[in-house]
């Protein structure tokens, strides 16, 4: 079964530095999302992705945040200069364009903690 | 804006025992309801799915129905299982029903049922 993969699994850099966080989704899918969790709170929407281009974003994707689909399968997100409170567990998600298919399927996430 | 409230955790079962988690929402439109199950280690996997009022979404044994009148879409199984262990999420889809609808979640239920 098809499913959304991400690396690495567990980042840990430097405040200040910039990371790139990556993302395969499902191959055939045409609407990709990153979302976030904070240790102990909810799972939050940062952004979301459709036709080479952003259709959606959060108050928390401010400018430090970008999202790009370099190559047609991997779908990045990169935090220019990484604060603490930027440590969280981020999720990619993926779905099809097909009215009524909106399940959204996530990866396993990668747990990025900044020092 | 949209919310999603769930009851905290952890919930504590023995195998066999019967479950409810409450989730109760928020929204300005006419949201699609749905419930995430996220096993240790991987990602949030779609347990069921509800889009209108009055719909039960079902699946592996779980059950929701969506209840316009209480803002409520609250997990039931009958009889759970320690395969059952894992962390429960509530989400909503707010706006027009296709592919491209951010998720607002709840913060999470984790589930450990005991032998």
């Known amino acids: 079964e098809p499913e959304v993969t991400q690396t690495p699994s567990h980042q840990v850099t430097q405040m200040g530095q910039e990371v790139i966080l990556r993302c395969v989704p499902i191959s055939n899918h045409l609407y990709f999302y990153w979302y976030r969790q904070i240790l102990g709170q909810k799972v939050e929407f940062l952004v979301s992705f459709y036709n080479n281009e952003i259709s959606e974003k959060s108050e928390i994707f401010d400018d430090q945040f970008s999202v790009e689909r370099p190559d047609g399968s991997n779908f990045t997100l990169k935090i220019r200069s990484t604060k603490l409170e930027d440590s969280a567990m981020y999720f990619c998600?993926?779905?099809?364009?097909?009215?009524?298919?909106?399940?959204?399927?996530f990866g396993p996430g990668t747990r990025l903690t900044v020092t | 804006g949209d919310s999603v409230t769930q009851m905290e955790g952890p919930v504590t079962l023995s195998e066999e025992a019967f479950l409810t988690i409450n989730c109760t929402y928020t929204?300005?439109?006419?949201?699609?309801l749905f419930w995430y199950v996220q096993y240790p280690g991987e990602g949030l996997q779609l347990l069921l799915k509800?889009?209108?009022?009055?719909d039960k979404g079902s699946n592996k044994g779980f059950e929701a129905t969506y209840r316009k009148e209480t803002t409520s879409f609250h997990l039931e199984k009958g009889s759970v299982q320690v395969s059952d262990s894992a962390v429960y999420f509530c989400a909503l889809s707010d706006g027009d029903n296709n592919a491209g609808n951010m998720l607002t979640f709840g913060g999470g239920t984790r589930l450990m049922v005991k032998p």
């Open positions: 929204a300005t439109g006419y949201p699609s």
């Open positions: 998600a993926s779905n099809r364009d097909t009215a009524g298919a909106y399940e959204q399927y």
């Open positions: 509800a889009t209108k009022a009055d």
